[in-house]
């Protein structure tokens, strides 16, 4: 049986992440050490193991129906193609990502108009050069093959680099100036694929469940004991996607409060039900939640 969708995900920092986001999503994906066809466990689903810079361009040429990549990468390559589904994760977290202007600590330069005649080393030469045209000036910008931090000041004045916190250009004695461009994953598509109906169902049930394995790495499910005077003082401490949900229990004057909530504020929120009368108080996590 041939495969419905041809795939292509991120080989690269976008890898793990990727992969852990596609199994909440309900998707087993492996991978052999040198392998670039990975197994996913979706008939309809052929994988294919690419580096996020080349993603894009594939898509755009119909050699992939669809892919995971990084806004930065389409901008980079200028590719055409439909942007089905931005998914906000990163390396290291559930945040965008930022390709920023950074010079030396000691360096004269304090904005982007000051690289007027200067020299620049990024990886994402095209990206740089929009940057540089939207800002009115006229620089040097020449690929950097790998540890762009390091060619400032002694071969270049200034590199564009990607960063997630900022710590490896602080290491290296660099401070930001600006940013050029800030980046989230995304799911695309190719756009004679999307036209075709069955690649489009697959296409989007795909980020569907994606959007919501992700919205599920922040969130927890809430469910609470309480006597049913209460149950009111209980609901005002929640906050919820929607109202919480209140269920009679088999014991005469008790209910069963259940909500999904950040998790980022249950630690504060578990004293303050405790206070409101809530009894048998359990945290769940969660793999998709689905709006």
């Known amino acids: 049986m041939r495969a419905l969708l041809v795939l292509g995900l991120p ?21 052999g050490s040198r392998s670039y066809l990975p197994s996913i466990d979706d008939p309809e689903l052929d994988a294919r193991l690419i580096r996020a810079q080349e993603v894009s361009r594939y898509v755009e040429l119909g050699m992939l129906d669809a892919g995971i990549t990084g806004y930065d990468w389409i901008c980079e390559n200028g590719s055409d193609v439909v942007e089905v ?19 030396p600590n000691d360096s004269p ?17 095209g990206l740089t050069k929009r940057y540089l045209e939207r800002n009115g000036v006229h620089a040097e910008v020449e690929f950097s093959w790998g540890a762009t931090e390091v060619k400032a000041p002694e071969l270049v004045d200034a590199i564009v680099e990607l960063t997630e916190t900022g710590s490896s250009l602080r290491a290296n004695n660099l401070r930001i100036v600006d940013v050029a461009l800030e980046s989230t994953t995304r799911l695309i598509a190719n756009r004679k ?11 989007e049930q795909l980020a569907l469940l994606l959007q919501g394995a992700i919205l599920a790495e922040s969130r927890v499910l809430l469910k609470v004991n309480a006597a ?7 609901v005002a401490q929640l906050p919820a996607l929607h109202a919480p949900t209140v269920t009679q229990l088999g014991k005469d004057g008790w209910c069963a ?9 249950v630690r504060d929120l578990i004293p303050a039900l405790r206070a409101a009368g809530a009894s048998g108080i359990i945290e769940i996590p969660l793999n998709k939640v689905i709006i």
């Not at 589904?85 to 010079?103: D, H, M, S, T």
């Not at 049913?228 to 209980?234: G, L, M, Q, R, T």
């Open 193 to 203: 694929a999307w036209e075709v109906p069955e690649k489009r169902r697959k296409i």
């Open 11 to 31: 080989k690269g920092s976008l890898q793990e992440a990727t992969f852990t986001m596609l199994r909440k999503a309900g998707y087993s994906v492996r991978v």
């Open 257 to 265: 409060v259940e909500t999904v909530v950040e998790e980022r504020i």
């Open 109 to 125: 330069i304090q904005s982007v108009k000051d690289l007027e005649g200067k020299r620049i080393a990024t990886e994402a030469v």
């Open 85 to 103: 589904a931005e998914l906000i994760y990163a390396k290291q977290g559930l945040r965008p990502v930022r390709w920023v202007l950074a010079v």
């Open 228 to 234: 049913a005077e209460n149950v009111e003082a209980i």
